[in-house]
């Protein structure tokens, strides 16, 4: 399978707690997003990468929040002292940073990472 | 505030019947995407669509990019009970650098 993984796919944790996400994009793509998304909302961008760089944050994501990409391949995803309102779906996508053939830019998603803080 | 607004946010019918749903900004995009999702999985690409006035089809499924690039809308010929999901478009520009989705539409197309 070469589509985008992430794991966990469910975590419950308690309030208080770090987590941390992985996600490994697919193999040629060399950027790779982060987004979070709640009950019947369309993904809010938190963050995303080209190769080892984060180009940019998103100005609602807090100091709590940190993403790497250490080789510029697989991507970590760790929240800090975690709050009842992190809770949700995290998920990872993956492009190209240039345009395909057609002039289009394309992004595949990962299954996601359920968080539940209780 | 949402750079791209989909409307409308939740659309419910019967088995067979047409529908159509939008997608809109004041924003020009390079490409515009289109997913659809299930709950606890997340969005699968649809379609991409890249030029103004493009028409793309899907078997049942239309997708149109207006001539502006600034908007767009899928429509669904026959519904049947497995097109029920969240619909998200999704807009990208060459200024950006990533991908703004919209709030999605929610599909129920019941027996």
């Known amino acids: 399978d070469t589509g985008v993984s992430q794991d966990p796919r469910h975590k419950i944790t308690k309030r208080g707690q770090n987590v941390t996400f992985r996600c490994d994009p697919i193999?040629?793509?060399?950027?790779l997003y982060w987004y979070r998304q709640t009950l019947g909302q369309g993904p809010e961008f938190l963050t995303y990468?080209?190769?080892?760089?984060?180009?940019?944050k998103s100005r609602l994501l807090s100091d709590r929040f940190s993403a790497e990409r250490p080789k510029g391949s697989f991507s970590t995803l760790e929240i800090q002292r975690t709050e009842q309102g992190d809770s949700a779906m995290y998920l990872c996508?993956?492009?190209?940073?240039?345009?395909?053939?057609?002039?289009?830019?394309?992004?595949?998603f990962g299954p996601g990472t359920r968080l539940t803080v209780t | 505030t949402q750079l791209l607004e989909q409307s409308p946010q939740f659309l419910s019918i019967q088995e067979g019947e047409n529908l159509t749903v939008y997608c809109n900004s004041s924003?020009?995009?390079?490409?515009l995407q289109w997913y659809r999702q299930e709950p606890g999985e997340g969005p699968v690409l649809l379609v991409t669509?890249?030029?103004?006035?493009e028409v793309k089809k899907l078997k049942r499924l239309t997708f149109q990019f207006g001539d502006a690039r600034k908007d767009s809308s899928l429509h669904i010929t026959a519904a049947q009970p497995g097109d029920t999901g969240l619909y998200l478009c999704?807009?990208?520009?060459?200024?950006?650098?990533?991908?703004?989705f919209g709030a999605g539409t929610q599909v129920v197309v019941t027996p």
């Open positions: 990468f080209q190769n080892e760089a984060q180009l940019e």
């Open positions: 669509v890249v030029t103004g006035g």
């Open positions: 999704a807009g990208v520009s060459d200024s950006w650098g990533k991908f703004q």
């Open positions: 193999s040629e793509h060399n950027r």
């Open positions: 924003s020009v995009f390079s490409s």
């Open positions: 996508a993956s492009s190209l940073a240039v345009r395909l053939a057609g002039g289009s830019y394309e992004q595949y």
